[in-house]
C-alpha cells in the first residue's frame, strides 16, 4: 500500500483572461517511508499539489489517497498528516516547548504524554537546552527544527514540507539537507518535500516528481533523471552547469553538429533533432574529436567551467582543477558515446542506435 498516491488530480482557477491549470491531470505514488520531492521552476504548481495532499486546496478533478484511504473530500484535520510551512509559522510569544507542544495540547492529548513526546523530539533535534527559549532568541536553524519538532511530534505517518530551507544561507541549507534526511530516515516516515532546489532535490529524495506548468515532466529516482532524462526540459533543469543542447544538421557523412563539416554523430535521418552532452562528461585537450574555440573560462577551485563554440553551438565543459586554456584559444572536445542523448523535433528522448561513427572517432 502506497503512502500518499494521486490519479490524475487537478486544480484551476478561473481569471479575467481565461481558465489557468496550476496542477493538470497529475498522478504519483509514493511508498511509506520515502523521501519524496516535488521540484520545479516557480509557478510549475508543486507547492499547489502539496496544498492538495494536506487538503488546503480541494481538487477539481483526481482523486488523493493516503495510506489507502481516499482523502479527496477531506478536511486537513481528518487526513492524519503534519506539515511543515516554508514561513515556519511559530508562535512569537510562545516558548520553544509551548510551540512544539501546542498542537498536541489542541487535540487534548494527555499531559504526561505530551511530555514524554517533547522530552523525546526534543532530544532527537537537539533543541533539549532550548526549550525555555522564545523563537525571537533562536537562530533561523533553530528556529526550523522546532518546526520539525512541532510536526514531528504528531506522529504522523507523512510529513509535508513546502521549500522549508528557503530562508536559510548556503552553508545552514546544506547542514539542515543532511539532518532533515537523516531525521526521516531514523522516524520512517513518508515525507514529501516541496522546492526549487535541484541540489535539495538530488541529495535528498528517493523519488523525484519533477513538474512544469502544472503537468509531470518525469518521475524517478535521481540518477534516473540525471540519466535518462524524458526530455530537453528535464536535461536542462537537471544538473549544474545543465546539459548542453546541440542542433544537428545534415551532411554528406551523417547527421553533425550545426556549423560544423563532421564529424557525424548519427544516420542523417536523425539530423532535425538535438544531440545533449552533460559538460562534466566532456574530456577536453586530446587531439581527437570535435575542434572546438574557447569563449571563456571560469576557474572555481576544484574545477573550471570552459564555454567553447562548435560551429553554431556553445559547449559547455567542467573539467577537474585548472586547464591551461585561454579566451581565443582553439581545443579539442571529445566524450564517451554512451554519455550522448539524443532527442527528437518534439523535445523528447529518443535511442540513436547507430553510434559506430562517433565510437570510432572517440575511441
Given at each position: 500500500m502506497s503512502a500518499i498516491a494521486a490519479e490524475n488530480v487537478s486544480k484551476h482557477w478561473t481569471t479575467a483572461v481565461g481558465q489557468v491549470r496550476a496542477v493538470d491531470a497529475i498522478s504519483f505514488e509514493f511508498e511509506p517511508g520515502t523521501l519524496n520531492v516535488l521540484l520545479g521552476p516557480s509557478g510549475c504548481g508543486k507547492s499547489t499539489t502539496l496544498r492538495l495532499i494536506a487538503g488546503l486546496e480541494t481538487a477539481d478533478e483526481g482523486r488523493i489517497f493516503i495510506a489507502g484511504r481516499d482523502v479527496t473530500r477531506l478536511p486537513p484535520a481528518a487526513r492524519n498528516i503534519a506539515m511543515v510551512f516554508q514561513s515556519y509559522a511559530l508562535f512569537p510569544h510562545?516558548?520553544?516547548?509551548?510551540?512544539?507542544?501546542?498542537?498536541?495540547?489542541?487535540?487534548?492529548?494527555?499531559?504526561?504524554?505530551?511530555?514524554?513526546?517533547?522530552?523525546?523530539?526534543?532530544?532527537?533535534?537537539?533543541?533539549?537546552?532550548?526549550?525555555?527559549?522564545?523563537?525571537?532568541?533562536?537562530?533561523?536553524?533553530?528556529?526550523?527544527?522546532?518546526?520539525?519538532?512541532?510536526?514531528?511530534?504528531?506522529?504522523?505517518?507523512?510529513?509535508?514540507?513546502?521549500?522549508?530551507?528557503?530562508?536559510?544561507?548556503?552553508?545552514?541549507?546544506?547542514?539542515?539537507?543532511?539532518?532533515?534526511?537523516?531525521?526521516?530516515?531514523?522516524?520512517?516516515?513518508?515525507?514529501?518535500?516541496?522546492?526549487?532546489?535541484?541540489?535539495?532535490?538530488?541529495?535528498?529524495?528517493?523519488?523525484?516528481?519533477?513538474?512544469?506548468?502544472?503537468?509531470?515532466?518525469?518521475?524517478?529516482?535521481?540518477?534516473?533523471l540525471y540519466e535518462t532524462p524524458a526530455n530537453v526540459f528535464v536535461a536542462r533543469f537537471i544538473g549544474t552547469p545543465p546539459m548542453n543542447l546541440l542542433r544537428l544538421e545534415p551532411s554528406a557523412g551523417g547527421a553533425v553538429i550545426a556549423g560544423t563539416d563532421g564529424p557525424a554523430f548519427f544516420p542523417v535521418e536523425h539530423a532535425s533533432a538535438m544531440l545533449g552532452v552533460r559538460p562534466e562528461h566532456i574530456e577536453i585537450g586530446f587531439e581527437r574529436g570535435v575542434r572546438a574555440g574557447v569563449e571563456s573560462v571560469e576557474y572555481l577551485g576544484g574545477d573550471s567551467l570552459i564555454v567553447c563554440r562548435v560551429g553554431t553551438e556553445r559547449v559547455?565543459?567542467?573539467?577537474?582543477?585548472?586547464?591551461?586554456?585561454?579566451?581565443?584559444?582553439?581545443?579539442?572536445?571529445?566524450?564517451?558515446?554512451?554519455?550522448?542523448?539524443?532527442?527528437?523535433?518534439?523535445?523528447?528522448?529518443?535511442?540513436?542506435?547507430?553510434?559506430?561513427?562517433?565510437?570510432?572517432?572517440?575511441a
Open positions: 510562545l516558548s520553544v516547548a509551548e510551540n512544539i507542544i501546542f498542537g498536541l495540547r489542541v487535540r487534548k492529548v494527555p499531559r504526561n504524554e505530551s511530555a514524554a513526546r517533547l522530552a523525546r523530539v526534543a532530544n532527537l533535534l537537539g533543541l533539549a537546552s532550548l526549550l525555555e527559549r522564545k523563537p525571537g532568541q533562536l537562530s533561523g536553524g533553530q528556529q526550523q527544527r522546532v518546526a520539525l519538532g512541532r510536526a514531528i511530534i504528531a506522529q504522523a505517518p507523512v510529513c509535508l514540507m513546502d521549500e522549508p530551507l528557503s530562508n536559510l544561507d548556503a552553508q545552514l541549507r546544506a547542514e539542515m539537507r543532511q539532518e532533515i534526511r537523516a531525521l526521516q530516515r531514523k522516524i520512517g516516515i513518508a515525507m514529501v518535500y516541496v522546492t526549487h532546489d535541484q541540489v535539495e532535490a538530488m541529495s535528498m529524495a528517493d523519488r523525484v516528481v519533477l513538474l512544469s506548468a502544472g503537468k509531470v515532466e518525469q518521475t524517478g529516482t535521481p540518477v534516473e559547455a565543459v567542467r573539467a577537474a582543477g585548472s586547464v591551461g586554456l585561454s579566451r581565443g584559444e582553439s581545443t579539442w572536445l571529445r566524450w564517451p558515446p554512451g554519455a550522448q542523448h539524443y532527442f527528437d523535433t518534439s523535445g523528447n528522448r529518443r535511442e540513436a542506435h547507430d553510434r559506430q561513427t562517433t565510437a570510432t572517432m572517440f
